[in-house]
């Protein structure tokens, strides 16, 4: 199966900063690949498919790029209601995979 | 407004099954396909299952392949969750989530509240 294998685990930064996480896939995807947030006690939250295209509703501070089998989702002013544990999902075969999430403390 | 409610999670010993039921409103549900994603307490996603629409393709993780059956009943907007031989690793808040397509996709572009299930004895 491919994996996918995200990081930082965690970050801190503060309100106003630019925040990069990355997730690299053990093999091609294409531009199969999707980011999801999740705070504490509720369900995940699509944010961007296709690699950087942003779901309906989501503030345009998130984006997302691909550079080959790497993908990066830039928040690019970080803020309060944005703490959250983000996950990278590649979507090209079944089985479906997960990164293994960044948290990210405000 | 699309609406994901899954029910039957609780504490069950393991060996013993337990059925999850995914409860949809807001969007005609014969038309996209369903899935299950699982969330262990304190840790991160794992896809489990998927349905295509129609049932005519299903797909598992292969930690729960052979053990866990993907079905729906689109007469009645539900999907279901049918889990045997349960495993204390089992132990999970389990999601329902729509696929954007019939299933192809892969891609989940909404979720349920999720249900918890555990497993200990």
């Known amino acids: 199966d491919i994996q996918m294998t995200q990081s930082p685990s965690s970050l801190s930064a503060s309100v106003g900063d630019r925040v990069t996480i990355t997730c690299r896939a053990s093999?091609?995807?294409?531009?199969?690949l999707a980011w999801f947030q999740q705070k504490p006690g509720k369900a995940p939250k699509s944010l961007i498919y296709?690699?950087?295209t942003l779901e309906s509703g989501v503030p345009a501070r998130f984006s997302g790029s691909a550079s080959g089998t790497d993908f990066t989702l830039t928040i690019s002013s970080l803020q309060p209601e944005d703490s959250a544990t983000y996950y990278c999902?590649?979507?090209?075969?079944?089985?479906?995979?997960f990164g293994g999430g960044t948290k990210v403390e405000i | 407004q699309v609406h994901l409610v899954e029910s039957g999670g609780g504490v069950v010993q393991p060996g013993t099954s337990l059925t999850l039921s995914c409860a949809a409103s807001g969007f005609t549900f014969s038309n996209y396909g369903m899935h299950w994603v699982r969330q262990a307490p304190g840790k991160g996603l794992e896809w489990v299952a998927v349905?295509?629409?129609?049932?005519?393709?299903?797909y598992y993780a292969d930690s729960v392949k052979g053990r866990f059956t993907i079905s729906r009943d689109n007469s009645k907007y539900t999907l279901y969750l049918q889990m045997n031989s349960l495993r204390v690793e089992d132990t999970a808040v389990y999601y329902c989530?729509?696929?954007?397509?019939?299933?192809?996709?892969?891609?989940?572009?909404?979720w349920g509240l999720g249900t918890l299930v555990t497993v200990s004895s």
């Open positions: 349905t295509w629409s129609d049932e005519s393709n299903k």
């Open positions: 999902q590649r979507y090209d075969t079944y089985p479906l995979t």
């Open positions: 093999q091609s995807i294409s531009r199969w």
């Open positions: 989530a729509r696929d954007w397509a019939n299933g192809q996709s892969g891609y989940f572009d909404y």
């Open positions: 296709a690699a950087s």
